[in-house]
């Protein structure tokens, strides 16, 4: 049973470039979520899809967007990359949008490292 | 708006020892709590989680945690650590309309010793 995989696992653009990081959520989860993790520091919540639509949004600009597919698996799309982009961004899946009943808690990806120089 | 605040950002500890990490948070509705581990160059791993019902939740590799209410806290307890449970462990708050929209603490790095 694989779980959640994302893709690349590293990547390194120059400052203004465009990125695309992509994420297959574990099998039988519908929802992604989207986390940024820069170095010494929590995650901290980007967005989440379900059912193709953007449900929840975290504090970050609309230079982060973000896109999911009929088969569940997301996008992430960082526009004009910053210096301060850098950092691991973790994709998560879940089977619904809430942890408890029906639903499931988040399942994390090891995440992509992206480095802007 | 929610908050999580891990007070250790590391705690050393000799292995075979107990530990308790510790995690409050800030919330003014009725929340879920996890926390979760990262191993180096790895995702975040579940632990243990409080949805409802008993305070005391036990979790994967020996771990529990027991949500207190009153003083809005959610500690992590093992009674006896190994030198494989040295990682970075997190704890995490979302209200529960938010559902699985996760607030992180800033992370205690646990450090076992030999």
């Known amino acids: 049973d694989a779980g959640v995989t994302q893709s690349p696992t590293h990547l390194i653009k120059t400052r203004g470039q465009q990125v695309t990081l992509r994420c297959s959520p574990k099998?039988?989860?519908?929802?992604v979520s989207w986390y940024q993790q820069a170095l010494g520091q929590g995650p901290q919540f980007i967005f989440q899809?379900?059912?193709?639509?953007?449900?929840q949004r975290g504090n970050f600009p609309d230079r982060f967007s973000g896109h999911q597919f009929p088969n569940y698996s997301s996008e992430l799309n960082v526009n004009a990359l910053l210096l301060g982009d850098s950092a691991l961004y973790l994709c998560?899946?879940?089977?619904?949008?809430?942890?408890?009943?029906?639903?499931?808690?988040?399942?994390f990806g090891n995440g992509t490292r992206l480095t802007v120089t | 708006a929610q908050s999580v605040t891990q007070l250790d950002s590391q705690v050393p500890v000799f292995e075979e020892a107990p530990v308790e990490l510790r995690c409050n948070y800030s919330?003014?509705?009725?929340?879920?709590l996890f926390w979760y581990v990262q191993y180096p160059n790895q995702g975040l791993q579940l632990l243990l989680k409080?949805?409802?019902?008993?305070?005391l939740v036990k979790g994967i590799n020996g771990f529990e945690a027991e949500f207190n209410k009153s003083q809005t806290s959610f500690h992590l307890r093992k009674p006896s650590v190994h030198i494989s449970d040295t990682a970075e462990y997190f704890c995490?708050?979302?209200?529960?309309?938010?559902?699985?929209?996760?607030?992180f603490g800033g992370g205690t790095r646990l450090m076992v010793k030999p």
């Open positions: 919330s003014s509705v009725s929340v879920y």
């Open positions: 995490a708050v979302s209200d529960r309309p938010a559902g699985n929209m996760l607030t």
């Open positions: 099998s039988g989860h519908d929802t």
């Open positions: 998560a899946s879940s089977f619904g949008l809430f942890p408890g009943q029906k639903g499931s808690p988040l399942h």
């Open positions: 409080y949805l409802s019902g008993s305070t």
């Open positions: 899809y379900y059912e193709e639509e953007e449900r």
